[in-house]
């Protein structure tokens, strides 16, 4: 059997599948920093967590959909819900620290700024909060 990669294509463009479009991201340089955008739609700020180590950031989020529609009458066919968990990782290099790394979270989109020139530091396996 031959394999074709349009068929995939054409399936994504007509499945709906809303994790494609969760941690979309934009980087922007500015003179001194690194600030990264990120749409999280839907979710709660206790549940996103961003860990550096070795160099990288990562930024995770969970998500659990559990709506239940109490006023339908009729049998429900099919229910389109996710639970689970996203993830990005983005290297910043060995010279940055939690304390260099500031982030805040405002109406479903987290920001995150990191420095250019960090002094040199190595931390590992740390947590940063979340504004």
Not at 37 to 63: D, R
Not at 110 to 116: C, D, E, R
Request: glycine letters at 6%; a negative charge; proline letters at 4%.
């Amino acid at each position: 059997m031959m394999y074709y990669p349009t068929f995939d294509l054409f399936d994504d463009l007509f499945t709906s599948n809303s994790r494609n479009d969760f941690m979309k991201c934009d980087i922007v340089e500015k003179d001194d920093k690194y600030q990264l955008s990120m749409e999280m739609p839907g979710i709660k700020k206790e549940n996103i967590h961003m860990e550096l180590k070795n160099g990288y950031l990562k930024i995770g989020a969970t998500t659990t959909e559990n709506k239940e529609d109490k006023d339908s009458q009729g049998k429900v066919l099919r229910k389109e819900r996710f639970s689970g968990s996203y993830s990005r990782s983005f290297y910043v290099g060995n010279n940055i620290s939690q304390e260099d790394i500031k982030a805040s979270f405002d109406n479903g989109e987290l920001t995150i700024l990191i420095p250019k020139n960090a002094p040199a530091k190595v931390e590992e396996n740390h947590f940063i909060p979340i504004e």
